[in-house]
């Protein structure tokens, strides 16, 4: 458990309204990503952080924003939510360990767009 | 191109029985790998790494990994499956940048 919490765990919407999630960490790390999964997909990369202000897209980053305004919280926002983004996110955090650099995953958030 | 491809989506085993899950990666440098648990309704769980040293690595719940460079693959392995071993199985490789690539995934099915 690296202390990750993600909130809401649950939620539902309608097409076109705002959604923001929010990933929370307790023990610093300087990573942080949110990734989203999907059935035949696998985890798919949206955006990361390196750090306070220190954002960077991955490989499914349109239609989504993210914020980092403290270590702790790594914000992901939809603008404008569409159906094609009902999923499961999940936010991770990298942590150094011996011989490297290993990632640890929140519970996840189930998103339905409606 | 980075990339992870898990050639199986599904596995059907009998409990009792051995297991490999395959796993084949794309990567221009050394590669970190891992291989990821994931119960339903859960997140996910890390099982065993590789980041250098000894080809075979052990994990948790008897599992055990090996890191072949020149077949770029990095199977996954149980001697006696259990019906709690029943769960997908994502395959992942990475390296110094601190991004790591998925693969899709391997469903595990046991029969009793």
């Known amino acids: 458990d690296a202390g990750i919490t993600q909130s809401p765990r649950h939620k539902v919407t309608e097409t076109g309204t705002p959604v923001t999630l929010r990933c929370h960490q307790t023990?610093?790390?300087?990573?942080m990503y949110w990734y989203r999964q999907d059935p035949g997909h696998g985890l798919r990369l949206i955006h990361y952080?390196?750090?306070?202000?220190?954002?960077d897209k991955g490989e499914v980053s349109d239609g989504y924003s993210v914020s980092r305004s403290k270590t702790e919280d790594f914000l992901l926002t939809l603008e404008s939510a569409t159906s094609s983004q009902t999923s499961v996110y999940f936010c991770?955090?990298?942590?150094?360990?011996?011989?490297?650099?290993?990632?640890?995953f929140g519970p996840g958030t189930r998103l339905t767009v409606l | 191109a980075q990339s992870v491809t898990q050639p199986d989506i599904h596995i059907t085993v009998s409990e009792g029985a051995s297991l490999e899950l395959r796993c084949n990666y794309s990567?221009?440098?050394?590669?970190?790998l891992f291989w990821y648990v994931q119960s339903p309704g859960q997140g996910l769980q890390l099982l065993l790494k590789?980041?250098?040293?000894?080809?075979l690595v052990q994990g948790i719940k008897g599992f055990e990994a090996e890191f072949k460079r020149s077949q770029s693959s990095f199977n996954l392995r149980k001697p006696s499956v259990h019906w709690s071993d029943a769960a997908e199985y994502f395959c992942?490789?990475?390296?110094?940048?601190?991004?790591?690539?998925f693969g899709k995934g391997t469903r595990l099915h046991i029969l009793p």
């Open positions: 991770a955090i990298s942590a150094r360990t011996r011989g490297g650099n290993e990632q640890f």
């Open positions: 023990e610093n790390h300087r990573y």
């Open positions: 952080s390196y750090g306070v202000k220190d954002t």
């Open positions: 990567y221009g440098a050394t590669p970190y």
């Open positions: 590789y980041f250098s040293g000894d080809t």
């Open positions: 992942a490789v990475g390296g110094r940048d601190d991004k790591i690539i």
